[in-house]
């Protein structure tokens, strides 16, 4: 009889999924002012209005009681106001998102299969963050000044260059993202 040896047990390697979409996109600037000018872009004008609408009504009350000057008074404080709203805030909102920007000159390489997406940042050659969760967690993605907003929830979003692609394209990760039922901007992408 033939003694037969035991072999150790092979472990079975996982096949990668395939890698559809990649990008590398650097940190900087224009990246910071297109994060900073779509997130104010909603905000301000609401913010202008409810200004403007808060000195119309004292306006009104002066000229209910006879006081034309108090009221045309505060009807030009008013519209100052939101003149100097309209121009300081966006410049406030770029200033304190690029000072934000931690790893200023960093690239960030994102990484799309069928399921996954996965973003590293590197700075100076050091992965300075990595984080992977599945394509279904995107809430939306919205292309905005030549730039991918791939938003992970209201107030988080990877910045991704529309012209940063080294794998795919920007409208074949848009199409991908509505696959998963994710609400896109494809629309404006060229094909």
């Known amino acids: 009889m033939e003694e037969v040896q035991a072999s150790a047990a092979q472990p079975v390697q996982e096949q990668p999924e395939e890698i559809l979409f990649r990008s590398q996109t ?12 779509y997130t104010s872009r909603k905000m301000l ?6 200004m403007l609408a808060c000195f119309a009504v004292l306006a009104v009350l002066g000229f209910l009681d006879g006081e034309i000057v108090y009221a ?5 404080v008013g519209a100052v106001t939101v003149v100097g709203l309209a121009v300081a805030l966006p410049r406030i ?3 304190n998102t690029l000072k934000n920007l931690l790893y200023r000159g960093a690239v960030n390489t994102v990484t799309a299969t069928k399921e996954q997406i996965a973003s590293v940042t590197e700075y100076n050659g050091e992965v300075v963050s990595s984080v992977r969760f599945p ?3 995107i809430t939306k993605v919205t292309a905005y000044r030549g730039m991918l907003l791939v938003f992970v929830n209201r107030s988080q979003a990877l910045i991704v ?4 692609f080294t794998v795919g394209s920007a409208r074949g990760f848009c199409d991908l993202c509505a696959a998963h039922g ?4 494809a629309k404006k992408l060229p094909r």
Do not use: M, N, W
Request: charged share 25%.
């Open 72 to 76: 045309v008074t505060l009807l030009v």
């Open 45 to 50: 004008p609401a913010f202008c209005i409810a």
């Open 182 to 185: 994710i609400k896109t901007d």
């Open 161 to 164: 260059g529309q012209d940063a």
């Open 135 to 137: 394509v279904s967690s």
């Open 93 to 95: 909102l770029r200033r």
């Open 26 to 37: 650097p940190l900087g600037e224009r990246e910071a002012y297109a994060l900073a000018d």
